[in-house]
Nanobody, 125 residues
């Protein structure tokens, strides 16, 4: 059974850093596409960063230059390194993944089949 488990959220002051992790289990295919999304209270979920099956990356304009998505193939884990955090980055962050997508995902795509339970990130000013 496919499962995604996020970790690494927490509370940090503005300007600080956090690294989120998303561990995938039960996936039998290696051609995974990944995405990080966030949802703040009262707001719609938005894409933050995606990694296509071929390694292609896409970022939301609001996080470009501050956030980095990366992957550890051996651990089947994807990361979101978040630097220079701002109070507006406060949200629940979700990981998503799916194997064998026939197209290159981009940050506006949200149709992933599998989602994690989320990890809270709170940035104080």
């Amino acid at each position: 059974q496919e499962q995604l488990t996020e970790s690494g959220g927490g509370s940090v002051q503005a300007g600080g850093s956090l690294r989120l992790s998303c561990a995938a289990s039960g996936f039998t295919r290696s051609t995974l596409s990944w995405g990080w999304y966030r949802q703040a209270p009262g707001k719609q979920r938005e894409g933050v960063a995606t990694m296509a099956y071929d390694g292609g990356l896409d970022y939301a304009d609001s996080v470009k230059g501050r956030f980095t998505i990366s992957k550890d193939n051996a651990q089947n884990t994807v990361y979101l390194q978040m630097n220079s955090l701002k109070p507006e980055d406060t949200a629940m962050y979700y990981c998503a993944a799916e194997a064998d997508l026939p197209f290159r995902v981009w940050v506006k795509y949200s149709g992933f089949r599998f989602w994690g339970q989320g990890t809270q990130v709170t940035v104080s000013s």
